[in-house]
């Protein structure tokens, strides 16, 4: 009994200081940055989601917002919907060339100081001091079966954030990622997503369907539960960009936060068997 006693004191300990912690972490973060209606952001991917939402909270913050769109109607659209601050520009990440035209772009439209953007811009951010702000998610912590390439996508966002703020350090640009849970925008759709994987499926030949069965196809489909309210992944990049000590990574939304961190603590062996998939209809014979 005095080694329950003992045992249960140790962990109402632990508890009891983890939230002092949390509390202490919290009021030393609270302290944000003046005058933000000089600083200059670039946001990407603003023609939907969380770039479009992320553009238009700033806007209203009265920050000066280079909003990047991949097509001419979401530069339309996001022109149309904030405030003459808004600079809004055609970018396409995955083009070298429309990348330099960007900077060049940026740095004609810029005072003497002042941007935050990504690994091209280090040039400007060096010079201002700026901060990096990335958009990952629960699949950059946690590698969940059936989604193995978009995991990998955002272990790298992760690993990308890491590598910045160690490699600027000493020069005092601070790099954060933002981990959102699930959250309903226009690309992270059940609808969407779930037609993609029927398409897949569609074209396997019958050799795979028949080892794999129905179930298991069923089994890899989106989760219809998605949260509406963005706000906290907003909240996470405000508090990022102006806070004077911005956490290195911020976990946005309730499920992030109530289950899926938790249980990536746990070990591996106890978190292989929580999430494995259900096996193929073959491999129970």
Not at 48 to 75: H, M, P
Not at 106 to 130: E, H, M, N, Q
Not at 140 to 157: A, D, L, M, Q
Not at 230 to 259: C, M, Q, T
Request: proline share 4%; with cysteine; charged share 25%.
């Amino acid at each position: 009994m005095a080694v329950l006693l003992t045992l249960v004191g140790i962990i109402v300990t632990c508890i009891i200081c983890y939230y002092i912690f949390r509390y202490l972490d919290e009021k030393w973060r609270e302290g944000r940055i003046t005058n933000i209606v000089n600083r200059y952001v670039l946001v990407t991917g603003c023609d939907s989601g969380f770039g479009n939402a992320i553009a238009k909270q700033l806007d209203k913050l009265g920050v000066r917002v280079f909003a990047s769109c991949l097509t001419e109607k979401g530069e339309k659209d996001i022109k149309s919907a904030g405030s003459s601050r808004m600079i809004t520009l055609r970018l396409d990440v995955t083009d070298h060339e429309a990348i330099s035209k960007a900077v060049q772009f940026v740095k004609k439209t810029l005072p003497a100081d002042g941007v935050y953007v990504t690994k091209a811009f280090l040039p400007l951010l060096r010079k201002s001091r700026g901060r990096v702000v990335t958009i990952s998610s629960d699949c950059g912590f946690i590698t969940w079966p059936g989604r193995s390439s978009y995991c990998i996508s955002k272990h790298g966002v992760e690993s990308f954030t890491d590598a910045i703020r160690r490699e600027m350090y000493h020069v005092g640009i601070k790099a954060s990622t933002v981990q959102p849970g699930a959250f309903k925008t226009s690309i992270v759709s059940p609808e969407g997503m779930d037609a993609q994987l029927k398409r897949a499926w569609d074209k396997s030949d019958e050799e795979v369907k028949d080892y794999y069965g129905n179930g298991f196809y069923q089994e890899c489909k989106v989760p219809s539960v998605q949260d509406h309210d963005i706000s906290p992944v907003i909240n996470a990049v405000e508090h990022a960009l102006f806070s004077v000590n911005p956490k290195r990574r911020y976990l946005a939304g309730k499920d992030i936060n109530g289950w899926i961190h938790p249980i990536s603590l746990l070990p591996v062996w106890i978190l292989d068997w929580y999430i494995a998939m259900t096996p193929p209809d073959k491999a129970k014979n």
